[in-house]
Structures are given as C-alpha cells and as structure tokens.
C-alpha cells in the first residue's frame, strides 16, 4: 500500500476502532501520558480524574455511564464505556494507555455487583489486562482492614475486605508493576492540609480525605520507589509540607504476591 493511502488508511482505522469502543477524543495537551482511571465516577476517582490533569497527564475515564461522566468531566477527559466485570471493555479501553489507576468499589443492592464479582473480579480482570497491555503500572486504592478476616466490615458488606485482598493478590501476581494504596476510613474534607501517614503491616485505624488518596495515587505513578508495594494511608496531625518519594522510597517491597512487606 502507497505510504500516504496507508497513513490515511491507519488514521480512520483508529477514528473506527475508538467509536467502536465506545472512546471519544478529548482535548489533551500533547505528548503526555495517557492514564485510564476505572472507577472516575466515584468520589476518590473524581478526586482522581482532577489531580491527574493538574499534573499534566492525559485522562481515559473508565465509566459504565457516559452520560453521567461526561457531566462530571465535559471534554476534558476522553471516555470509554465499559464493565469492570467484562474483561473485553476492559482491553479495548487500554488502546494507547500508559498506566491506570482503579479506585473502584462494589455498591450495595445490586449481588451481581457485589464484591466477590467487582473488588475481586473485576480487579482480576483490570490486572490480567493491564499485564497483557503492557502497561508501566497500575495503582489499586483498596483498603485498610483487608487482611482482617473477623473485621466488622466483611460481616456487614459481603466479605468485602476479603474480596478485596483477593484482588490485591490478583494484582501482586499478574505481572504488571504495581502499587497498592490501603487507605483508611474515606472523608470528603479539602485535601493538602495534614501530612499522609504511611504504615505496612494493616494495623491500626484512620481516617483520609479521598483528595489525598487521589494526591498519593498520582504521586505514586511516577515514581519507582512506589513500584511493587502494598501500604497503608491515614492523615497525621502536622501540616502538609512532606515529600511524597521520600515516603515511597521508605517502604519495603513486597514479598512475592503476599501483600507482607519483606523483612
Ligand atoms: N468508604 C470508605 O470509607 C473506604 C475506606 C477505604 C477504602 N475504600 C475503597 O476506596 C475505593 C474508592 O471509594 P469511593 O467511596 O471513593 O468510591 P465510590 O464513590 O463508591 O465509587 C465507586 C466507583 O466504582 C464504579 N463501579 C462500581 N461497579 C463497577 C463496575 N462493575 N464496573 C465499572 N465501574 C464500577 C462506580 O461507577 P458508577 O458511578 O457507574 O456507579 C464508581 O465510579 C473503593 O474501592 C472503596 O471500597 C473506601
């Protein structure tokens, strides 16, 4: 094929195959990163979305409803339509993706939608996928408690914390490089104004405003020393002034698909 009918031919086979999965182009600035964020919709995704585009990076938003995202997101953000429990949305959606960020949740009142099928399988799926894509990294917000069989949450919500380390050893396993954030009890105060405070081992309890946890995930994904860690996230009492890699890079490593940091 003539180089130009084969450039022209590739561009509308793009344009096809982005309306064919549901992604619509956005106005991004040119040459950063593309992220897909599964989850967008949700408080800490939402928190999410708007950190990344502060930092200069392309947003995909991972979104089962594109007429309630796009209300949130306008054409700031590209979209693609899909199901964390539909492993196929979830291929399509990572064309041209760089890294992803998840910060989605199982709701309550739908069982189809529970956590056995979308904080484990769903997180399974974004993970093998994710591997498959070759992404450079994925950042999961999962949870304080996960490791807590007795904890009271899994007897209100449907094993909700063991569905989740369930999913968080899906991730540790899958290949892809990975970062996993634990935080605790998830408030909607103005983020920036205490100091995060790391801890391994799931111990203890706290409390983070999720614009926090969106300012962790998004530190996290450039730097290496966040690579290949599960730890926890609480606020402290100082004042925010803190770097974040020196926080990274005094975590330890885990152990192979154990979610224990090494000794
Ligand atoms: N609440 C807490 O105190 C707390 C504490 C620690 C950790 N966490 C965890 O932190 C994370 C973020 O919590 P949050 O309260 O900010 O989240 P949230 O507001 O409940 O948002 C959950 C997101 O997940 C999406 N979602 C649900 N099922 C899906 C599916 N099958 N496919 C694709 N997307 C799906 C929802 O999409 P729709 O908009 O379409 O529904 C929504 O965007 C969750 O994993 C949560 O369990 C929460």
């Not at 200069?56 to 054409?75: H, Q």
């Not at 949305?89 to 760089?98: K, S």
């Amino acid at each position: 094929m003539h180089t130009t009918t084969r450039a022209r031919f590739s561009r509308r086979f793009i344009l096809l195959a982005a309306f064919a999965v549901g992604i619509a182009a956005a106005d991004s600035p040119a040459g950063s990163e593309l992220v897909l964020v599964a989850g967008a919709t949700g408080g800490t995704g939402h928190e999410i979305v708007g950190r990344l585009r502060a930092d200069g990076y392309r947003v995909r938003a991972f979104v089962r409803d594109a007429d309630k995202a796009r209300e949130e997101f306008g054409d700031n953000v590209e979209y693609a339509v899909g199901d964390v429990r539909d492993r196929a949305t979830i291929d399509a959606a990572l064309d041209g993706v760089d890294a992803m960020i998840s910060a989605i949740g199982s709701g309550r009142g739908d069982p189809a939608n529970g956590p056995e099928f979308v904080d484990y399988g769903g997180v399974k799926n974004m993970a093998e996928a994710a591997a498959n894509a070759g992404l450079r990294q994925f950042v999961l917000v999962s949870s304080m408690g996960v490791t807590h069989e007795d904890h009271i949450l899994n007897k209100m919500f449907d094993n909700v914390l063991q569905w989740k380390f369930r999913g968080e050893e899906a991730l540790r396993s899958s290949g892809v490089p990975y970062t996993i954030v634990r935080p605790g009890g998830l408030i909607n105060d103005e983020g920036g104004k205490k100091a995060v405070v790391f801890a391994q081992g799931d111990e203890g309890t706290g409390a983070i405003p999720r614009a926090d946890v969106a300012r962790v995930c998004v530190a996290a994904l450039g730097t290496p020393a966040a690579l290949n860690k599960t730890f926890e996230v609480n606020s402290g009492k100082s004042a925010a002034a803190q770097d974040l890699t020196a926080a990274f890079g005094a975590l330890a490593e885990d152990q192979a698909s154990s979610g224990v940091p090494a000794e």
